[in-house]
């Protein structure tokens, strides 16, 4: 079970579904795609942590699960230390001989970018720090979605939120998203990935890393909501597309601490293709835009600089 | 556990404790197809079998089948892909990054 080659073009996803469908998540949801592709990477055996989120409460409605997994629920900010008590149980009972210490069980932590960039921060640095053998997995859809739209650090420069609306005030969020990787990377551990569902091969291939990895890894999925982006149900591939497309999004792999871009973009296209197409980006002005690129710009300059090539190429079109 | 806990419980105290599920996959039984206004159909003839479809479903309502087929064009394939119409809610992700446009959204009528 599990996936035990590199997966390298399409058709070496395993067919067999791992997660149920009859969920109640949105029509077009990114991170129901992100959750079917990494459930088809796990061994029968993984145990799912899962903190709170839109694929949490939308999955385990009692008394059915989407899960073939032994799974367990857990609250905003105890993910990764739920996560790392597990692994740190399964290492004592192998080592007291209650289980088979020759078989390896994985905890694979999932949780969203609220309970990962705001209220999990604490527990993810320390899981990271302490070295656990767990693989994090952050869906990012850019707000707190679940309970209605709320902003969250990994909300963007500028977009709609209930929280950040817009007025005469306010003209979205002031504030620019915050780069978890980063964060992660200062910790040294060994496997830390940018994910986007629009590029399967890549994400499912960056999850067989992070899961085969010994020791913790992190895997950050870029995963659009339809209602929180106001976007049309099947505009999802395309956004997460434009997302890599215009540079807002890079995909990185960084293996014990040496980055690489997987997708590299040779000509990039204006960041207004990819927020003209989302509702939360509307009452941006010509002048906002252009802000928003200059940040693009000054992002894959430090990531063109930091991988020590010209991954992302220069603005066409 | 699956066989200690019945499903069909009347009462609270029936209910496992700790308010476990002890069935898993059971969502499959949901159908979720009464949140579709448009339904897909693939066009079997025009399909070039790429898979992009299946890989894009959030809800893994496009199924792969191993079933020949072959179009009037002489052309052999090995699967097919056909639409599980319980669970598909009609998204239309599938027939927006199908690259031949071999599915079409009708709207549903009921």
């Not at chain 1, 002005?285 to 992302?312: C, F, R």
Request: proline share 6%; aromatic share 8%.
């Amino acid at each position: 079970m599990g996936v035990n080659k590199p997966i390298k073009v399409l058709w070496d996803i395993p067919r067999e579904e791992r997660f149920a469908p009859g969920h109640s998540m949105c029509q077009g949801c990114g991170a129901a795609i992100t959750m079917r592709h990494l459930a088809k990477i796990m061994d029968k055996n993984t145990i799912i942590a899962m903190g709170t989120g839109c694929v949490e409460v939308t999955t385990t409605l009692f008394p059915r699960t989407s899960w073939r997994n032994p799974w367990i629920h857990l609250a905003f900010e105890n993910t990764a230390a739920v996560a790392s008590g597990v692994e740190a149980a399964l290492k004592a009972l192998s080592r007291k001989k209650i289980i088979d210490d020759s078989r390896r069980i994985k905890v694979v932590a999932i949780a969203g970018d609220g309970g990962t960039f705001d209220i999990g921060l604490q527990s993810l640095s320390g899981m990271l720090e302490r070295r656990h053998n767990v693989m994090y997995v952050v869906y990012d859809n850019e707000a707190y979605m679940n309970t209605g739209i709320q902003r969250s650090s990994a909300t963007p420069y500028g977009a709609w939120t209930t929280t950040t609306p817009i007025g005469t005030k306010l003209r979205g969020k002031p504030q620019p998203k915050k780069d978890i990787i980063t964060i992660a990377l200062a910790h040294g551990i060994p496997y830390i990935a940018t994910a986007n569902i629009a590029y399967p091969v890549d994400m499912v291939e960056k999850f067989r890393k992070a899961y085969e990895v010994d020791g913790p890894s992190l895997v950050h999925v870029y995963s659009p909501c339809t209602p929180g982006w106001r976007i049309r149900n099947e505009h999802t591939i395309e956004v997460a597309r434009l997302a890599v497309q215009t540079g807002v999004w890079v995909q990185l792999e960084i293996i014990e601490g040496e980055p690489r871009v997987t997708i590299k973009v040779p000509r990039r296209k204006h960041v207004r293709h990819y927020l003209r197409i989302q509702g939360r980006f509307r009452h941006l002005t010509d002048s906002d835009i252009e802000t928003i690129q200059k940040m693009v710009d000054e992002y894959v300059e430090k990531i063109n600089k930091w991988v020590g090539e010209e991954a992302i190429g220069p603005v066409v079109e | 556990m699956e066989k200690t806990y019945k499903r069909d419980f009347s009462t609270w105290r029936e209910v496992p404790i700790g308010g476990i599920i002890p069935w898993p996959g059971t969502t499959a039984e949901v159908e979720t197809h009464a949140w579709r206004a448009y339904r897909p159909v693939i066009n079997q003839d025009k399909c070039i079998r790429c898979r992009l479809c299946w890989v894009y479903c959030p809800d893994a309502a496009i199924l792969e089948v191993d079933e020949e087929y072959t179009t009037p064009s002489g052309r052999k394939y090995n699967i097919s892909y056909r639409v599980d119409l319980a669970h598909c809610k009609g998204c239309g992700i599938c027939a927006y990054e199908c690259p031949v446009k071999a599915i079409e959204m009708i709207p549903e009528e009921r």
